[in-house]
């Protein structure tokens, strides 16, 4: 049974750019979460989906936004990227609420 | 709000035996995880635990008192690949929190030969 999988795994953009990261969660796992973790902060909860629908949200800019597809499959995009959201973006998915979450390997993405 | 407090370092030798507690305060308690994260890598589910007692799984085990807001992960038989960062994470369903994990800051353990 195949993990979570993140596209891509490392990512270099310049401020002002926007960008889009992937994650395939385990196959029959609805609910998708995501986090950005870095040195100073920790693991911060970004969003989290379930069949489709955003059903909570961390303390992040409106730059920050996601969605999910009919297929589980989510995306992450950041918007007018600043230096600070260099960070490693994880994804996690587990069966439901109630269930264990399971991590992706990560996106690491630097902003220069 | 959520309060989940865990050392920051660790250190014990190969073989050896090692508790990393961790400490909690959430509105609406549904689950503890223990994760493992290597520098650079993804954190590894190692246990979820949602009633009290204890869980054991090979070398680790994890115990939880939801009473006292406190979890325990136990790691037996100490390798130097178990050195790693350590994190503790309470999942919330208070309020509009369904589904969320908040983390610890981690524990770094460093095990020596």
């Known amino acids: 049974k195949a993990g979570v999988t993140q596209t891509p795994r490392y990512l270099i953009k310049t401020r002002g750019q926007q960008v889009t990261l992937s994650c395939s969660p385990i196959?029959?796992?609805?609910?998708v979460s995501w986090y950005q973790q870095t040195p100073g902060q920790g693991l911060q909860f970004l969003f989290e989906?379930?069949?489709?629908?955003?059903?909570n949200k961390g303390n992040f800019p409106g730059r920050f936004s996601g969605r999910q597809f009919s297929n589980s499959r989510s995306e992450m995009n950041v918007s007018t990227l600043e230096l600070g959201d260099s960070a490693l973006y994880l994804c996690?998915?587990?069966?439901?609420?109630?269930?264990?979450?399971?991590f992706g390997q990560g996106t690491r993405l630097t902003v220069v | 709000g959520q309060n989940i407090d865990q050392p920051t370092e660790m250190t014990a030798t190969e073989g050896a035996i090692v508790q990393i507690n961790c400490t909690y305060q959430?509105?609406?308690?549904?689950?503890l995880f223990w994760y493992q994260q290597h520098a650079g890598e993804a954190p590894t589910f190692l246990s979820y635990?949602?009633?009290?007692g204890l869980e054991e799984k090979g070398r680790f085990s994890s115990f939880l008192s939801r009473s006292k807001g406190y979890s325990y992960l136990l790691l037996k038989e100490l390798q130097m690949k178990d050195s790693a960062s350590y994190l503790c994470?309470?999942?919330?369903?208070?309020?509009?929190?369904?589904?969320?994990?908040?983390f610890g800051r981690g524990t770094q353990l460093t095990v020596w030969p």
């Open positions: 959430t509105s609406g308690f549904n689950g």
């Open positions: 994470a309470v999942r919330d369903l208070g309020g509009s929190t369904l589904g969320r994990l908040y």
């Open positions: 989906y379930f069949s489709e629908t955003q059903r």
């Open positions: 635990n949602v009633l009290d």
């Open positions: 996690a998915s587990s069966l439901n609420s109630d269930s264990e979450a399971f």
């Open positions: 196959s029959g796992h609805r609910s």
